[in-house]
């Protein structure tokens, strides 16, 4: 399913006399069936950017190619059918929960686009699973969960729906360590059982960038200023430095090894592992 952003620009209207540019002539193509980081400094147009994705926003110039679907600043149509293909979960998704129960929450999207009730309850039930909660919480108010199980149910409401593209607006922020890397390999497994599946994260998290994303798109005062692979993101200081990120340790301590005579190919040493294997190697030489 083809994403690209051609020549798009975002301008929000803040009152008749003032507006605020949030995205600028923005050139994209996405990768299919990958998982792709979407990062930048805070105010960078992350989630302004996401939003396009399904029709949230519109483009105020420009136009946005999901799927069939070309979006244009004055674009008519029936969304229902490209927000089934492409589930976004928001940046607070605690605001999207507004159902009594969880099952109820979780089922509003299967039940909007019609499903039957067999097979919208299949679908919550391994829509909660997923996200590591049990049944138990499904009859329980959205509203008296902790912040951490606000998040996971809200995830399970755009699983649910089976989206091909899966847009995270920064879904790990405030979780525990050990709930982070369970929703990320959550979103791992989201994206390997279907070359046709996407996922596309927004993230401060970098070790997130490093370990789980194989595309990278930086965003820097509304504009694009990298689209490329992770190791290449990696392997570019004057990227990282635009961007005002700061390399994971693995980086940084690979980089150190270099410069201290180690032999380390760059193209291919990026994890822990492989670096711990490198050094191995070094060593032993
Ligand atoms: N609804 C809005 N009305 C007016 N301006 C907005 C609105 N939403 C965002 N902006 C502005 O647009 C710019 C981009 O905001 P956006 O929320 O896309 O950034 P972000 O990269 O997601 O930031 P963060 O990392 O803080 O979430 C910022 O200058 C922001 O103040
Ligand atoms: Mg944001």
């Known amino acids: 399913m083809p994403i690209a952003f051609r020549d798009v620009s975002h301008v929000y209207t803040l009152d008749p006399k003032h507006t605020r540019t949030a995205l600028s002539h923005i050139d994209l193509n996405l990768p299919q069936g990958k998982m792709i980081a979407v990062i ?95 049944d138990s919480f499904l009859q329980r108010n959205p ?71 194989d595309h990278v798109v930086v965003l820097h005062e509304g504009s694009l200023i990298y689209t490329g692979d992770t190791p290449s993101f990696f392997n570019s200081n004057e990227t990282m430095e635009q961007a005002a990120v700061l390399p994971p340790a693995c980086i940084v301590m690979r980089n150190a090894l270099i410069q201290h005579g180690f032999t380390i190919d760059v193209d291919q040493v990026y994890t822990e592992a492989a670096l711990a294997k490198a050094i191995a190697k070094e060593v032993k030489r």
């Open 40 to 134: 930048g400094t805070t105010g960078s147009g992350k989630s302004t950017l996401v939003q396009h994705l399904n029709a949230l926003l519109l483009p105020t110039s420009g136009e946005v190619e999901v799927d069939e679907y070309t979006l244009k600043h004055d674009t008519k149509m029936r969304f229902k059918p490209l927000r089934q293909k492409v589930g976004l979960v928001f940046q607070f998704p605690e605001y999207q929960l507004f159902e009594e129960t969880v099952a109820k929450d979780i089922a509003f999207g299967p039940k909007n686009f019609g499903l039957d009730e067999q097979e919208i309850d299949r679908r919550v039930h391994d829509a909660i699973r997923a996200v590591g909660l049990d």
């Open 143 to 213: 509203l008296d969960l902790s912040g951490g199980q606000k998040r996971r149910v809200a995830i399970a409401g755009v699983l649910a729906m089976e989206p091909k593209v899966l847009v995270l607006d920064e879904p790990t922020a405030g979780l525990d360590p050990a709930s982070a890397a369970a929703m990320m390999a959550l979103f791992v497994r989201y994206q390997a059982q279907s070359s046709d599946h996407t996922v596309i994260l927004v993230t401060h998290d970098m070790d997130n960038v490093l370990n789980y994303c």
